[in-house]
């Protein structure tokens, strides 16, 4: 047979476009009928806050690399220039998906409920009377219209900020002809008004169009011709040189006032405004017609989500759950006697993340605790895991904490914890220059009759309460000496100048956890080879490190029976005859964002099985400070095994990447339901079941 290239563009999907897909499945759940009608609101917000944030990260990254005269082919064969022209076509069809969503099945749906975005055009008397009584009081105090004119030139337009390019005729009270104006949104005013109640159904005005409609009042004596809104998205990158700057978040700080004004990349201009001023509003911010998107409706979809929290009906959301326990904590008000019988698995948000923040608040209060250190990269603006913290450092305990500045926006409130914890005299950390720690580590150091006892905490997601009601996660408690010897190890790396500590448990980047992947992939492929039980099953955010996906793509060839399930983009092309038959990869789009990374390699019968804080990507590999640690206790390896087969079983939010490139929903047919993340809810959580698992 002979060999093919298995670095061929052709075995490659396109990144960007691979993100594209999947905000693509997340605007299906909005489409769904089976999904409450509130929560197919929220869907369509979230496909649309995705959809900024490609526009802001991985967009820009593209325009600037195009600047600098870098055009070069990625893996699958897209230079720069194709992946942008190739970016439009994909996310304006995408964007007019959107608003179809919204105007011809949301807004009716929602009406036909009682709950009402009412038109200009639908407006009676009285909700105009009450309408403009709301302008005069509400919003025209804080408008300061611009007009257009060579002493008064285009004014700067904050990323993401609501405007309106209004057309005028005749002169103002100095006598001048003034056809143009802007008028900027304070990012203060609701951009959803709630209309008094009338007869039991809720009623919502947009402010886009409480303005167009009593704009004439900004400009005395003039004609208003026409009122459109706009929206520009920047570059939101922050750009710091670590190797240039003395006190990093200064320099953070600084960068963030700048963010709000980065260069242009995406213009959005509602579909009604003139060929000819969509061309004035291209020039201002130097962008072309493939960085120009018509919208039938508000420019940012995602302030809709404002009536999901005004709206109280709980019949139109998914049903409120209570966060279950593993019998041994539930059962027990000492955390730590229970970790040093066992170590203790949670599932989150199936279990309650309310242990973590026991484990800190414990340690704060216990007069035999010496030391607590954490590594924090999102964890909220009012974070208990920071109270825990800053009260443990104020009762004098030895409190190191780990601060990643650079989480993307995430920044000011990472910068503003870190001052807080500071005043508490807590030891607050940057980590290392070029690398963000995105690792997800807690360790308390106790003084016990044995001697010092190291407890820790590692999950696969953030130190964050409120993600973890959303967000499917692992987390482990352990006391395992190895471990706690790892974690004590990486914690002197992160803080001081160490060398490369010799890990026994864990794997760590970006030393060691790339080439550590690698060689057990390898090492399935050898049992494959030789006859052996072999088996891969990984579950993660990303798959694009083309050294991971050839190390796959050559563990297939060997007859490994591999199974992937990315939520998020994946660069692998599955189904390939002769190189990735053997591999089936599924994305999983529910009610739960999935967030946890898996990896299972079945090892000729001595499974290995790991959680880890890292996806499968360049970044993560060799950028980033990340861990993966083994899971030792065979009930919880067998439970881990068993949600994963859930997953791979699913038949209701599934989605199969097949050989094209293209996600195909998962069609049930005649078989039983299989939801994964329903029967993980009825299995783990309080209320849903009477199930407690080991």
Known sequence: MDQPDLRSPDHYINRELSLLAFNERVLAQALDEKVPLLERLKFLCISSSNLDEFFEIRVSGLKQRLELGSDQQGPDGFTVSEQLHAIHERARDLVDAQYRCLNDILLPALRNHGIELLAR?????????????????????????????PARPFPRIQNKSLNFIVRLSGKDAFGRDTDLAVVQAPRSLPRVVALPDTGGRKRFVLLTGIVQHFVSKLFSGMDVLGCYQFRVTRNSDLFVDDEEVDDLRRALEGELAHRRYGAAVRLEVSRDCPPDLDGFLMRQFTLSEVDFYEVSGPVNLNRLAAIYDLVQRPDLKFPIFTPG???????????????????????????????????LRGASMDARVLAIKQTLYRTGNESPIVDALVAAAQSGKDVTVIVELRARFDEEANIELSNRLQEAGAHVMYGVVGFKTHAKMSMVVRREAEGLRRYCHLGTGNYHPRTARGYTDYSLFTCDTEIGQDVHELFLQLTSLTQTPRLTKLLQSPFGLHEAMIAKIAREAEHAAAGKPSRIIAKMNSLVDPAAIEALYRASRAGVQIDLVIRGLCALRPGIPGVSENIRV???????????????????????????????????????????????EQTHRERILRDLHFYLADNVQAWELGRDGKYTRKVRGAEEVRDAQGILLGRYAAGSAPILMP
């Open 325 to 359: 326990l593993p019998r041994r904590v539930a059962g027990s008000t000492d955390l730590l006697a229970v970790i040093r019988q066992k170590d203790v698995l949670l599932h989150h948000p199936f279990h309650s993340f309310g242990p973590v923040l026991d484990f």
């Open 121 to 149: 055009a639908t407006w009676d008397a009285e909700t105009q009377r009450w309408l403009e009584q709301y302008f005069e009081r509400e919003v025209e105090p804080v408008l300061s219209p611009l007009g257009l004119d």
């Open 586 to 632: 599924r994305s999983i789009v529910g009610r739960f964002l999935e967030h946890s990374r898996v990896f299972y390699f079945e090892n000729s019968g001595d499974s290995e099985l790991y959680l880890a804080s890292a996806d499968w990507m360049e970044r993560n590999f060799f950028r980033r400070v990340e861990i993966a640690f083994p899971v030792r």
